[in-house]
């Protein structure tokens, strides 16, 4: 008679040659928990899946990727070889076609509804990802601590150039002038603010729910002497105040949530003056359905990725009048391996930075596991996913000031 592990094998090889079909590029091999190996597509492998516990398969087709994304924090589920490969084969129409059964979708929904962001929850959503500690993002970011996609003039750009090159073009799309006053939902480490401060010479207000980002800005100031053109404030960004003549946000949006995009949008209204500039800087999908539930939980709780569309018509309802649409996809996908290329390479250092905040040594391997697979799963969405990353020019109603061409913004 043929025992449960058995059936359970015979399912995931019909699934491997259904998903291999589609994918006859990427050949690949798999290991099972008993020892037995098969090997799918014609070639040399990308990789080998390393299947160690029958429990880690209950996982996935119960839970689907929620299930996957646990299971190799645990180290139940291994790669040797391209994991971005094998992430890209989950794009697949086989796997995407797994029924999940209905107790896993409850779990699935569930998870999103206690994260949404709520004014009670975008604080501890936000530290979730932000806090863990500036030493850690130092240790892959460039030094100025930007961690949004970077604009790639040419090929052989550092990311530390890439960066500061999409601050200049961010600042020229706003056209900056000196004397103006530009807000910052979401500042981050305050590399724009800084950037504008001193290229610009505008006064700068910086909005966060990040304690360790607004403690490093707050130190910054102050080594710089840049008390009179820079200020940042620990708040919601339906706590903001003030009128603005420019208004930027850089990587935020996606943390709202679509519940809040009108109140979102409210504030970006009621900030902006009459015929004031913005951009919105953000990831985007062609995909309208919810966040991937392993990067809802792990990474982004709370968070929901737009289609162009929506953004389009919560902006059209509060009369802010897009005047510049851009999508930087192909930047963000080498932004990503810039920083992957970085994590890997300093990954004693990061298991030292980490073991003062994880008491347990396989909490940091968990640790470790869960990054290294958002930072490729994020890779492989914006080469051949339906991750987008849109920056959005816009008016605070119409503005017939603006020059007839955008020659402005690439001289």
């Not at 924090?73 to 076609?97: C, P, T």
């Not at 107790?103 to 962001?117: S, T």
Request: net charge positive; with cysteine.
């Amino acid at each position: 008679m043929e025992t449960d592990n058995g059936k359970m094998k015979k399912t995931l090889d019909r699934l491997f040659l259904r998903i291999s079909e589609g994918y006859p590029d990427t050949p690949f091999g798999v290991d099972f928990w008993d020892g037995a190996t098969n090997k799918y597509g014609e070639g040399e492998k990308k990789f080998t899946l390393k299947i160690k516990e029958p429990r880690a398969v209950t996982r996935i087709m119960t839970q689907g990727s929620l299930g996957f994304g646990e299971e190799y924090m645990r180290g139940a589920i291994d790669v040797d070889g391209d994991l971005q490969a094998l992430i890209k084969l989950g794009n697949s129409k086989a796997y995407r076609s797994l029924r999940i059964p209905i107790v896993g979708k409850i779990k699935i929904i569930y998870a999103f509804m206690a994260a949404r962001d709520t004014v009670r929850n975008a604080r501890k959503n936000i530290q979730q990802h932000y806090d863990i500690g500036n030493d850690f993002y130092k240790l892959w970011l460039d030094p100025s601590l930007t961690y949004s996609c970077a604009y790639f003039k040419r090929p052989s750009d550092t990311l530390e150039q890439a960066q500061q090159n999409k601050y200049a073009y961010l600042c020229r799309k706003l056209r900056l002038k000196i004397g103006e006053r530009l807000v910052d939902i979401g500042c981050g480490w305050g590399g724009i603010m800084f950037y504008a401060a001193k290229k610009y010479g505008v006064e700068c207000v910086g909005y966060t729910l990040s304690e360790n980002q607004y403690e490093y800005v707050v130190e910054r100031i102050t080594k710089e002497k840049m008390q009179g053109q820079v200020k940042i404030h620990l708040k919601d960004y339906r706590e903001a105040e003030g009128q603005f003549d420019k208004f930027v946000s850089i990587g935020m949006f996606e943390h709202v949530g679509k519940a809040f995009y009108p109140a979102f949008f409210a504030t970006v209204k009621r900030l902006l003056k009459p015929e004031g500039l913005g951009v919105l800087h953000h990831i985007g999908t062609t995909a309208d359905r919810p966040t991937d539930p392993w990067v809802t939980k792990y990474i982004f709780p709370g968070g929901w990725l737009p289609t162009l569309s929506v953004v389009c018509a919560q902006m059209n309802k509060h009369d802010l009048v897009f005047y510049d649409i851009e999508d930087l996809r192909p930047h963000y996908a080498r932004t990503l391996d810039s920083w992957i290329k970085n994590f890997e390479s300093r990954i004693g250092d990061i298991k030292k930075a980490l073991r003062g905040a994880i008491n347990d040594e396989q909490g940091v391997t968990e640790f470790i596991r869960m990054w290294r697979l958002y930072l490729n799963g994020s890779s492989v969405s914006f080469k051949y996913g339906s991750n987008r990353l849109y920056q959005i020019t816009f008016s605070n109603g119409p503005n017939n000031s603006l020059p007839l061409t955008r020659k402005y913004i690439y001289e």
